[in-house]
């Protein structure tokens, strides 16, 4: 059954705003924002990219982008634009397919948060090493990211469950499935 719904595919330069929270859609490119990915491009690395912008604060939501997303990020988006507050990590934190120290550098985060899947030690050493305070779901539990009428960003979390060896901690990507 065809249900005749509105579609507006976003790409790069469109903008929302909702309330006082604006959003930038930084990726995909105008033009390439098709869901229907053929010729070996991975479709993750169509994700749609939004820049949020609230008070003095920003946010990088790269969805699930693959390194080679973070590279195409990076070449056509104005540097000072990925310099954010609060990073959602790409594509749930995996080693092999996403989060470059480049990407990172650039992105410089306060916070990153890692959401679905069992982190990877690669991946948080790499936050880390970088300054960073990094949190995923499966070791913080419930993560919440609050802007108070401050100015002032603060995080909460409902555990803190960071292993002392990463003993439990995959260091490599071997559960990854297909899309």
Known sequence: ???????????????????GV???VIWPLAGEGDTMVSGGVEINDKSVVFRVEYGEHTA?????????????VMANTDLDLLDVDLLKVPHHG??????LPAFIKTVSPEI???L???????????????????????????IHIEVGTDGVMTETHTRNNVPADF????DDDSDIEEN
């Open 1 to 19: 059954t065809q249900l005749d719904l509105p579609l507006d595919v976003l790409e790069k330069g469109d903008s929302l705003t909702i309330g």
């Open 22 to 24: 604006r959003l930038d």
């Open 60 to 72: 990088l939501l790269p969805g699930d982008l693959y390194t080679s997303g973070e590279e195409g």
């Open 94 to 99: 995996y080693n092999s397919t996403s989060s």
């Open 112 to 114: 990153a948060v890692a």
């Open 116 to 142: 679905g899947r069992v982190p990877r030690e690669a991946t948080i050493t790499r936050y880390k090493d970088l300054g960073v305070n990094y949190l995923c779901d499966w070791l913080n539990g419930y």
């Open 167 to 170: 003993g439990d901690i995959k």
